[in-house]
């Protein structure tokens, strides 16, 4: 296993380039299966999980090419299984369901077991699917799924789940008859998924707002399509300005899309502008304290949860963290208390206390975001920081140590 070893106390300057984003890419590959050909996508990063994708998606029968962030699925002839040696890595195959029932009316598919950040069930996927016509089974820990021809339903979700709004806008698109996601998710990379299979000839409306609703067609055919920008590789980036005192042009960055991040940053003090180049992000003064909640698209994002956080963990007073969408996504607060933190969890809720500067230490990442919110700590800590279990940074972040490098960062991967 590796681990990144950080030399803190330099502030970024420089200009740094997001990439295509993660949570939109996965999804919009598994829509590549409704397709009756060929489809293209470009801006794809080069991630763990895109790479298990793509091995999922040849299992399933489609041919795959991948590079220099150009993927090129062609579906074959289908095959039903998703095996629980690549689910039990990546949850998102869970939205291979969607898809497999569309075109070829059976699925099995491992269920996916929770991960570090919480439960993550998925019956809203499930019941959904159901109300489209769709029988499943639990066997041995997979979902066996079957139906004959999707019917187009009335659906209303419990929550605004993003999963199980892309599943089910996904088996809908070749349903027979109208389709209604009530409650449905809003974030950007459900938007962006519906762009795509629109630009396949879907008919679909309402994407981005609460409510979807989506008219089944008989065939999709394949179109190129460029994957939007990560925005939450870029507000990553926005908090590494920050943390580190310094000043930094972020191109390709979503300015909508992270208005509620923005205007966090803004709130603890930070300068955030839009220019023709990208966004500059820079510390005007002193940074203070805050409060966030997270919640569904368009409120604040828990994605962007840990790496705020860490950010809040140097600036001046109080702050309060409430972490609504998942059961536990606390798990990088001991790892930023070992580095001089001052934070109390009470439930759902961290309670952040200001202090002058963060001491690098030896730390273990626990999960994606949680290992961003570890990294952005060392680059602003006193000495030497070695992040362990960086996989779990690189399911999500392309080569974030050469990017951060090449703004003044002092990052080494190293093995374990
Ligand atoms: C997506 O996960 C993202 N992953 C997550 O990003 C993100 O944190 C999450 O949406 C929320 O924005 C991808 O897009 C691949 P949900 P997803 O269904 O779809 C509950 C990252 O770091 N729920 O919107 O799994 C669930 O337990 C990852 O990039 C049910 O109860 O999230 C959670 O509390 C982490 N039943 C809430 O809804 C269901 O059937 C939101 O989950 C589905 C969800």
């Known amino acids: 296993?590796?681990?990144?070893?950080?030399?803190?106390?330099?502030?970024?300057?420089?200009?740094?380039?997001?990439?295509?984003?993660?949570?939109?890419?996965?999804?919009?590959?598994?829509?590549?299966?409704?397709a009756s050909d060929s489809v293209t996508f470009s801006n794809v990063p080069d991630l763990r999980d895109i790479h298990?994708?793509?091995?999922?998606?040849?299992?399933?029968?489609?041919?795959?090419?991948?590079?220099?962030?150009?993927?090129?699925?062609?579906?074959?002839?289908?095959?039903p299984e998703a095996p629980y040696e690549l689910v039990s890595t990546m949850r998102a195959s869970v939205l291979c369901l969607g898809p497999l029932l569309a075109r070829i009316g059976r699925a099995r598919v491992a269920l996916p077991g929770g991960c570090a950040i919480g439960a993550r069930p998925v019956d809203q996927h499930l019941k959904g699917l159901e109300q489209m016509g769709a029988r499943f089974d639990l066997e041995e820990g997979y979902i066996l799924g079957r139906c004959r021809k999707?019917?187009?339903?009335?659906?209303?979700?419990?929550?605004?789940?993003?999963?199980?709004?892309?599943?089910?806008?996904?088996?809908?698109?070749?349903?027979?008859?109208?389709?209604?996601?009530?409650n449905a998710a809003r974030e950007p990379e459900v938007v962006d998924l519906a762009n795509f299979l629109l630009a396949c000839g879907a008919r679909i409306q309402g994407q981005g707002s609460s409510?979807?609703?989506?008219?089944?067609?008989?065939?999709?055919?394949?179109?190129?399509?460029?994957?939007?920008?990560?925005?939450?590789?870029?507000?990553?980036?926005?908090?590494?300005?920050?943390?580190?005192?310094?000043?930094?042009?972020?191109?390709?960055?979503?300015?909508?899309?992270?208005?509620?991040?923005i205007l966090k940053l803004r709130d603890m003090g930070m300068e955030i502008t839009a220019t023709p180049e990208g966004v500059l992000a820079r510390c005007a003064c002193p940074l203070r304290g805050t409060d966030l909640k997270t919640q569904p698209y368009p409120g604040f994002p828990t994605d962007m949860q840990a790496q705020v956080m860490a950010l809040m963990c140097s600036a001046q007073g109080a702050s309060v963290v409430e972490e609504s969408i998942f059961e536990n996504r606390f798990m990088h607060v001991q790892e930023l208390v070992r580095m001089g933190a001052q934070i109390k969890i009470s439930g759902h809720t961290a309670m952040v206390r200001g202090v002058s500067q963060l001491a690098g230490a030896p730390v273990m990442a626990s999960d994606l975001r949680a290992s961003a919110s570890l990294v952005l700590a060392g680059l602003a800590a006193r000495g030497t920081t070695h992040v362990r279990r960086i996989y779990h940074l690189d399911r999500g972040y392309e080569r974030i140590e050469n990017k951060l490098n090449a703004v003044g960062a002092r990052i080494r991967r190293e093995k374990e």
């Open 1 to 34: 296993m590796d681990k990144l070893v950080i030399d803190g106390g330099i502030p970024l300057t420089g200009s740094i380039e997001v990439s295509g984003s993660k949570n939109a890419a996965l999804p919009i590959l598994f829509a590549a299966i409704l």
């Open 150 to 182: 999707l019917k187009g339903a009335h659906v209303t979700f419990d929550m605004p789940t993003v999963g199980g709004t892309e599943n089910l806008l996904m088996a809908a698109v070749l349903a027979e008859g109208e389709t209604i996601l009530e």
């Open 211 to 261: 409510c979807i609703r989506i008219q089944g067609v008989s065939e999709l055919r394949g179109a190129p399509y460029a994957i939007m920008p990560d925005r939450i590789e870029a507000g990553t980036f926005l908090v590494a300005a920050g943390i580190t005192g310094g000043e930094l042009l972020v191109r390709n960055c979503p300015f909508k899309e992270l208005e509620a991040v």
């Open 52 to 79: 298990t994708t793509l091995k999922l998606l040849q299992m399933l029968g489609c041919a795959c090419e991948y590079a220099d962030g150009k993927a090129c699925i062609t579906p074959g002839t289908l095959l």
